[in-house]
């Protein structure tokens, strides 16, 4: 079994819709990361999580909320899905500060309508 | 301003040919620079380098990090199809940080 998985794999919704990514771990790793790819621009850090109480913004959050609601589970919500948030989003994580080493999740391509 | 930059963006060689890729970044207290290469999915780990570990080496697979100057650079050596793929660089800016990913450079290698 993968150790970090993300459901779903693809989902097209409409503009306007609610969306809920969800990722799981069982490297039992505290730090937990979300990513989106566009095309050219490389991995953008749009939240990220050191334990079960602790929520970070990163770079792009807005337009994004997160609930980290175990050790083993971030999700990633799209209140009101818009098409530039048209993306490939990966899931990510790390075991400390001890090293920065993070290994990621399959992604899950989501295209806006 | 962009913080971890690599070059070049993209590149095309034939197999068995020698690649170099180059990362540059800014930080402040540098801690470790990260290879990582992505295929048509997630990226996979490559190599991570410290003030520690300044030359890693897997295979044909080569990187050495040069802290004055503030690089990087990665090498494959006798290059295969299967090494088409995009190369990323990542870099923790400052402190606590999480990793920043450069924009990666695309490999094609060509048979």
């Known amino acids: 079994d993968a150790d970090v998985t993300q459901t779903p794999r693809n989902r097209i919704t409409k503009t306007g819709k609610r969306i809920m990514l969800e990722c799981s771990q069982t490297?039992?790793?505290?730090?937990m990361y979300w990513y989106r790819q566009d095309p050219g621009l490389g991995l953008q850090l749009i939240y990220y999580s050191f334990d079960v109480k602790d929520i970070n913004k990163g770079e792009i959050s807005d337009g994004y909320s997160v609930s980290r609601q175990a050790q083993a589970k971030f999700s990633l919500s799209l209140e009101s899905a818009i098409p530039n948030q048209t993306a490939l989003y990966f899931c990510a994580t790390s075991i400390s500060s001890a090293t920065d080493t993070q290994y990621f999740g399959p992604g899950t391509r989501l295209t806006v309508l | 301003e962009d913080k971890v930059v690599q070059s070049p963006l993209s590149l095309v060689v034939h197999e068995g040919d020698t690649v170099t890729l180059n990362c540059s970044y800014e930080?402040?207290?540098?801690?470790?620079l990260l290879w990582y290469k992505q295929e048509k999915k997630a990226p996979t780990f490559l190599f991570m380098l410290t003030s520690s570990g300044i030359e890693k080496k897997s295979g044909r697979l080569s990187s050495i990090l040069d802290k004055k100057e503030l690089f990087s650079i990665l090498n494959i050596t006798a290059t295969q199809t299967g090494d088409s793929a995009v190369y990323l660089c990542a870099v923790p800016i400052s402190g606590n940080t999480p990793l920043v990913f450069g924009k990666g450079t695309r490999l094609s290698v060509i048979a």
């Open positions: 930080v402040t207290n540098f801690r470790s």
């Open positions: 490297k039992g790793h505290d730090r």
